[in-house]
């Protein structure tokens, strides 16, 4: 999945680029001030860097940055189908990602056409780029990124840690607080026992209180329900308490469809109107029968109405001294049960110590698995590094590993610090002690290089790590970067001729200075183009015969291996 084309329009001072890239090992060179980094700045913007107007060049509205990756190239390949299957995103034959932002700062990101956020594009880019600045030694001297680099070097992650830490501090506080409060505890759990017992003498019961007010309601009025229920059956069924028999409604109901039937064979209408007093002489009835039922069963009852009376009475008794409604006393009754048996957990000391130590148990076995995996792959990535010092002008200095007990934490029990010995015979000291800021380039460098075998993208930038350094160290430099790049694609950022000499591809970069504006940009040179780039910048604008000769002679030369592909 190695880049092939990036593109930018209204990118800083850049107008327009459109610039393709090899496999291999690619430099960008000019002069300072140019605008070298201009493309790495893009391709970290690209892949969810915090957005800014100020990248936007001056005059225009937005600026325009894209990226083609080319998924045949060996690499992160399956990887990255695999996450764009998980994000809902179509893979093409190419990947395709592009970012706007415009002169308000708001951006707006795509991959393969499908709107992402900058989260995502991190996400991916992790798959893609593994970007080296040109101050990475300065992540050296914090804890955080020491153990990190390691830890990537060894192949652990501390992820599973993470919970069981969590799970043992928390089970330590809850130890804590319970050892410092079992008198608060005690009076707490006390005065929980006394209100369950007063309200639990009730009982009261999810939708009781509704019940005990519709059945008092019934029996307050039952005697009134009892006449009504009388005065509507005679209505309807006729009897002494109707006066006429003939008034009653059934009866009433029953001539009136007696009529309509001598005469439904005439009108359609009579049919239909019938057909209705049929159902409503029968729904009348239905209501007949319901009413006698009622009355046969519809007695006043004052002892159970005073009984509803008391109750209710021990309701609303509770809820003013709760200061709750009477609806809510079933709810307060099943809190206080669950806070007295939080109380009666948190008072079990026994308990609680015991979960203590069993995930103190489970965080000291993974922790000590961990400081194991990091013990082993601490020697071997300090032989690394030190093997990678010795061509890089620091014959005979030594990096060292060093690994302490330290507080337990979510990254484990292990303090991780690099030491540096610069000359044979120096103890080794903390890097952030080493005085010389080229030292301090070379041996990040040197971690850079060691650690860049390892990671999983395909394509390595390096923006400028090789500053401080130069004659046959920036040789050995350019030829580390030219072996990385036999199986990965590499591109540097560098001042150093000697590294440029061995890259397979050259682009120069060029600062353009005009009446209103001033860009820059950026042509791959190769041939007799080449050679004066180098000669440039092994001598400076003034080319002599022998600064051009000495450029020829590095090319075909010291890294002539490389030039088979880059020149044309």
Known sequence: MALRRITLSDFVIVRALELELQ???????????????????????LLGARADAGVVREGAQRTDISAEFDPDSAGSAQVVADWLEEAGIEAQDTLLLRRTVDVQGRSRAWI?????????????????????????????TRPDAVRALLDAYAGVQTDGLQPLWSNWREAGRALERARQAQDTLAQERERLQWQIGEVDKLQPAEGEWEELNARHARLSNAQALIDSAQGALALLQGGEESGDMASAALSALA?????????????????????????????ASDVVHSLQGYLRHADPDPQELAQLDARLAQWLHLARRYRRTPVELPQLLAGWREELRRLDDAADLQALEAAEQRHASAYDKAARALSERRARAAPQLSAAI????????????????????????????DQVAFLVSSHPGMTARPIGRVASGGELSRIALAISVTTSELGEAPTLIFDEVDTGVGGAVAETVGRLMQQLGHARQVLAVTHLPQVAACADQHLVVAKHKGAQETTSSVHSASGDARVAELARMLGGQQQSATTLAHAREMLEGRCGASTTRAAP
Not at 30 to 44: F, H, M, N, R
Not at 394 to 399: D, H, I, S, V
Request: glycine share 12%; aromatic share 6%; proline share 4%.
């Open 23 to 45: 496999p291999g090992f690619t430099v960008l060179t000019g002069e300072t001030g140019a605008g070298k980094s201009i493309l790495i700045d893009a391709l970290q913007l």
């Open 112 to 140: 393969n056409g499908t709107p992402v956020t900058a989260t995502q594009m991190r996400a991916l880019g992790v798959y893609l780029l593994d970007i080296h600045g040109q101050h990475a030694w300065q992540s050296l």
């Open 255 to 283: 001539q009136a469809q007696e009529l309509l039937q001598g005469y439904e064979d005439v009108d359609e209408a009579f049919r239909a109107m019938g057909e209705v007093l049929t159902s409503c002489i029968a729904q």
């Open 386 to 413: 030190t093997q990678a010092m010795q061509g890089l002008g620091m014959t005979g200095g030594r990096f060292e590993v060093q690994l302490s007990v330290a507080e337990p934490s979510p990254q484990g029990v």
